[in-house]
């Protein structure tokens, strides 16, 4: 470990800290977070994931950044994708359980604010395999097109704000690994069974906590990249 990875290591820990150590900094967090719910799913997802991004990189390229790597317009793409999962995620967690009432469980809705049970737990993977079998797949291509846009440019924001070429951007997109590890790895080995966790918990945490995911799962492939 080195210099660096203990800095990151410590802001990290005092960041954390000062939630615990200043109830106050909690309760504004708390209520920002009731009253600017797309907000605050921005900046999570924008600074978590981003982190996540600098993490992978630094585990298969020994750096937190690099030029044109773009933290700056990824931690935007990331911001505007963290609103729109937080959006999949209100309307999937209240259709799937109104679709699960409509064949028969007419339980399934009540059952989501009620407590812990296998029943739950069902209704909550099937919200999970729902949302990412449908919006999952759009997500992440389009996720891995703005990338690819990221680094033709230099990974800069006046780059970044050019127009995207989406014709040669998915023509250039490597569908076979797309299909392959993406859609047909990740979906159903990792994004089913977390985002099963993830609706199990109180509404106000599930953001927080798919952004998190994003920086777990963001370390796992840079891990994976860096065996292969």
Known sequence: MKKKDVIVLLCVAAVVAVFFVF???????KGFNARHGLTMSFLKFALLSTFGECVGLRITHGVYSMPGFGIAPRALVWGVLGVGISMAM????????????????????????????????????????????????LFMTMH???DTHILATGGTLRG?????????????????????????????????????????????????????????????????????
């Open 23 to 29: 109830p106050a900094v909690y309760e504004f967090y």
């Open 90 to 137: 209100t309307v999937f967690a209240a259709g799937v359980p109104a679709l699960l009432a409509s064949l028969g469980m007419d339980d399934a809705p009540a059952l989501m604010g009620a407590g812990l049970s296998w029943s739950k737990v069902f209704v909550a993977f099937c919200i999970s395999v729902a949302m990412n079998t449908i919006f999952a797949p």
């Open 160 to 228: 970044f704000f050019t127009p995207m070429h989406m014709g040669d951007l998915l023509a250039g997109l490597n569908w076979h690994r797309q299909w392959d590890f993406v859609f047909k790895k990740t979906i159903p080995l990792f994004w089913y069974p977390a985002h099963t966790i993830t609706f199990l918990l109180p509404g106000d945490a599930r953001v927080l906590f798919a952004a998190l995911l994003g920086v777990a799962l963001g370390v796992l492939l840079a891990i994976a990249a860096h065996k292969k």
């Open 144 to 146: 891995k097109l703005t």
